[in-house]
């Protein structure tokens, strides 16, 4: 359909072109023959050729098919945000087109759920996919329904097991369908069980599916590692644990001798809180592999009680996480490929905004003032408000929407920087305020900076050279939240200028108020500063300035050096010869005890939880003088090892 259309479509002129050079029907026609094939590496070039043909209109039906099946490539060959603004590039010339391209446009749909799926936007995964399963006689039924039950694993209710228990039907009646696939899609059923509290019957399917690969061996594949994961989690969560054990030690869980595992460049978790939406008491388990560079591939989360917003948070930030290709270049691939850890949020900093909240807040304020609308925790009808906005309409409008969808809706990094980019051109319409403007400019900064170090968007440009800028220079909100950015960004600092003076010009900005928030985490960072130099005089002075109570400060004492610390090697882990790790959190108190310990980060989950907070609860450390007699320090993690002798 779309071969034919485009021989129609994208002829120009009467010229014939040479024989020896193939039309640009046959050009397609390959590029597609390599995108069908998955060959993906190939057809991505011969694509963007097409799309730089003069004989393609922008905006035409032939130039929208092509930026659609370029996208779908560039997303299965992990160009994700590329993929997906090629798809929403032309996905709505298609839609316009009639039913007649439905096919395409579920593909299509599809697609952006597999981009959304593998970022870990279940809730915008499962909206992508209903969508495709609406259009009719347009999808195959069976992996539709696995989808939807993989992006809606977390939401509760009888939907999510309903699509597996459909998939499960149809593919039992697939003629020739081998046991491996059956077992997968019985894997995603039996995970929607345990995530709705069903864990006994999760544990039977688990064995069903155990029984359907063969049983328990020596020699195992990556889905088998997978499944016996998941058959481990379903006997622990059923109190079997002897049997959740033995199908751990199945998978190689544990076997960490030699290799660094537990150490990281960058293992941060979320933030407790409003802000996040978790709870202290909310964990998830959650699967992931490393590449050679060291970095996260496909977090994505098998477990967690919470919602689909908690299963997005917890994979999101491991998606983050990265290693010393060097530190780990001694753990065998297979199991970098297959790496299962549980996670928790972190208590420090609860409820403590951004640095750009003020900045933030300011825009979102101007922009409501601007659509007349309300923020409510409907953000589903404020997004749908905001798309409803004509490219036609005021720049004024335009200009708040694109910042507000930056904002407040999940989208992949480059389309956000085309949102904000775009609105930052709009924005030099007569009557946009200069903060506008800044909060536009400010806001690249920070998602260019943020993803510079991903190799996903160009260098963020010269911070000395925005700073600088007349608009900027004359508003101390986007001024002093770009120095306290540059405080903690090495890479974006003006040369001579450290972050000491960074954050001593924002201490001392005369055009903040008293006890600006800007102004008071200018000062705690001044603190922190002095007391890691021992100058505690000044660190409370700085401190007194915030004019933040002592509890507010215990960030800011000096970690106080371990005088004792004991504990043993649990007997079960010992018997079945696992190792592995916890990044366990807690507070030391004057007198130098642990209180408030909880385990962040478990490899394996489940294993040494409890003797990693059993070793912190019984820790010393040495006393520090608070007046108060409050907490020395607020929120410290510590690496808890277990290796066997």
Sequence with gaps: MIAALLLLAAATGDAVPPPVAPTLQQRFDEASRLAAANDCMNAIPKFEALEADPSYRAGSLPAAMIAVLKGQCQIKAGRIDEGEMAIQQGLPRLRQSGDRFNVDIASALI???????????????????????????????????????????????????????????????????????????????????????????????????????????????????????????????????????????????????????????????????????????????????????????????????????????????????????????????????????????????????????????????????????????????????????????PPARQVARNGLLALTDSMAPLAEDQLLSEALTLASADGIPAEVRNFLRVSLFVRRSAYRSRGRIPDPGSFSALVAQPEIAGDPIALDTLRLMGSTLSFVRTPGVGKQELLTAVATDPHLPDQHPLRQAALLKLADEAAKRRDFATAQANFRATGLTEEQCALLGLRPALQHAGGTFPDEALRWGFEGWVVVEFDIRGDGRTSGVRPLISYPPFVFNTAATNLTDHARFESSYRPSGGQACNAQRQNVVFRIP
């Design 111 to 393: 697609s952006l759920g597999d981009a959304a799926l593998g970022r870990a936007d279940y809730t915008g995964a499962r909206r992508r996919y209903e969508e495709a399963r609406a259009i009719p006689d347009a999808t195959h039924p069976a992996t539709i329904n696995l989808k939807l039950a993989r992006a809606s694993a977390f939401d509760g209710g009888p939907e999510p097991l309903a699509y597996a228990a459909e998939a499960i039907r149809q593919a039992e009646a697939t003629p020739g369908i081998t046991n491996d696939k059956l077992a997968q899609v019985h894997t995603i059923h039996a995970r929607i069980l345990l995530n709705q509290g069903q864990n006994e019957a999760a544990y039977a399917e688990m064995r069903q599916v155990l029984s359907l690969t063969g049983g328990l061996g020596l020699r195992v594949s990556l889905p088998e590692v997978v499944m016996r994961s998941d058959l481990a989690l379903a006997a622990k969560l059923s109190g079997d644990d002897q049997n959740a054990r033995k199908y751990l030690a199945y998978t190689g869980a544990g076997r960490i001798s030699d290799s660094p595992f537990e150490h990281a460049l960058n293992m941060d978790v979320p933030v407790c809180g409003a802000e996040s939406g978790l709870r202290p008491e909310d964990f998830a388990v959650v699967d992931f592999a490393i590449g050679q560079d060291g970095r996260v591939i496909n977090a994505n989360t098998v477990y967690t009680r919470g919602s689909a917003a908690v299963a997005s948070a917890f994979a999101q930030a491991v998606d983050k996480w990265v290693w010393d290709p060097e530190a780990i270049k001694d753990i065998k691939p297979f199991f970098l490929y297959a790496t299962r850890v549980e996670v928790r949020c972190t208590t420090a900093g609860q409820q403590v905004p951004g640095l750009t909240a003020p900045l933030n807040a300011r825009f979102k304020d101007w922009a409501a003032s601007t659509l007349g609308i309300v923020f409510s925790p409907d953000q589903d009808s404020i997004n749908a408000a905001l798309r409803a906005i004509e490219p036609g309409d």
